[in-house]
């Protein structure tokens, strides 16, 4: 009896196109100077400086891998990139275009809550009414005083401005800081941010002032900048 090879050999095809497209889609080798330790990179002929910046998870781009397996993620909006994020297992690195910074000033578009280079980075405010509250927040007047927080951690968020769709943040963007302790809200300006007092594992002494308008404080809690303190 004659044997029938074809479908077998269709099969072996299939299985060899599938292992192909994962090795181009998934890994997707990139030739680039450096890793995610070194001082500074080079891609596609561009000179990238070690530099940290914050960004949401939205915003990272991935283009591929390195030869040590890290992920590298470009972000922002250039058509040649200006930032670029490589993610290792154990490290991770910031990398800024030579002649590039983050922008430290301009047109608020988005907010990142407690953002950090190896954290989860999902959380931020980008609509128009998230980033009034922000706004408002930002202009409280008051009597500075000093509250104790229990976890600086837990118990309040911090954030950080970004300017101009550039998708990108700095420490130089902090925007203050939002906490609740013993019934009330409290915000802390950037002005206040070296005046913390550790005493403590995680807890803080911080100067700040209350916020007291329920309708601003209802608006805030409805965003991410309130999540997972327990009010």
Same mark, same amino acid.
């Given at each position: 009896?004659?044997?029938?090879?074809?479908?077998?050999?269709?099969?072996?095809?299939?299985?060899?196109?599938?292992?192909?497209?994962?090795?181009?889609?998934?890994?997707?080798?990139?030739?680039?100077?450096?890793?995610?330790?070194?001082?500074?990179?080079?891609?596609? &002929?561009?000179?990238?400086? +070690?530099?940290?910046?914050?960004?949401?998870?939205?915003? /990272?781009?991935?283009?591929?891998?390195?030869? %040590? &397996?890290?992920?590298?993620?470009?972000?922002?909006?250039?058509?040649?990139?200006?930032?670029?994020?490589?993610?290792?297992?154990?490290?991770?690195?910031?990398?800024?275009?030579?002649?590039?910074?983050?922008?430290?000033?301009?047109?608020?578009?988005?907010?990142?809550?407690?953002? +950090?280079? /190896?954290?989860?980075?999902?959380?931020?405010?980008?609509?128009?009414?998230?980033?009034?509250?922000?706004?408002?927040?930002?202009?409280?007047? &008051?009597?500075?005083?000093?509250?104790?927080?229990?976890?600086?951690?837990?118990?309040?968020?911090?954030?950080?401005?970004?300017?101009?769709?550039?998708?990108?943040?700095?420490?130089?963007?902090? &925007?203050?800081?939002?906490?609740?302790?013993?019934?009330?809200?409290?915000?802390?300006?950037?002005?206040?941010?070296?005046?913390?007092?550790?005493?403590? %594992?995680?807890?803080?002494?911080?100067?700040?002032?209350?916020?007291?308008?329920?309708?601003?404080?209802?608006?805030?809690?409805?965003?991410?900048?309130?999540?997972?303190?327990?009010?």
């Amino acid at each position: 009896m004659e044997k029938k090879y074809g479908k077998p050999i269709a099969l072996c095809c299939l299985g060899l196109l599938i292992g192909l497209i994962v090795i181009v889609f998934f890994v997707r080798p990139i030739n680039l100077s450096g890793d995610e330790s070194s001082w500074d990179i080079e891609y596609k &002929g561009v000179k990238y400086r +070690g530099e940290a910046f914050y960004c949401a998870d939205d915003d /990272r781009k991935f283009i591929g891998h390195i030869k %040590n &397996g890290a992920a590298v993620y470009t972000v922002g909006n250039a058509k040649d990139p200006r930032y670029i994020l490589i993610q290792g297992d154990d490290n991770s690195g910031c990398f800024i275009a030579d002649g590039t910074n983050v922008p430290t000033s301009g047109k608020v578009t988005k907010v990142l809550i407690d953002p +950090g280079i /190896r954290e989860d980075n999902s959380r931020y405010l980008s609509t128009d009414e998230e980033l009034d509250v922000i706004s408002e927040i930002g202009g409280i007047k &008051g009597k500075i005083e000093k509250f104790e927080i229990e976890n600086y951690y837990t118990d309040g968020n911090s954030f950080y401005y970004v300017y101009d769709d550039s998708n990108v943040s700095s420490c130089d963007n902090y &925007g203050g800081y939002v906490a609740y302790t013993n019934g009330k809200w409290i915000y802390s300006a950037p002005s206040e941010r070296d005046k913390i007092e550790w005493v403590g %594992n995680n807890r803080a002494v911080i100067s700040g002032v209350v916020i007291d308008d329920e309708k601003l404080i209802s608006r805030m809690c409805e965003t991410a900048l309130t999540k997972y303190i327990e009010y």
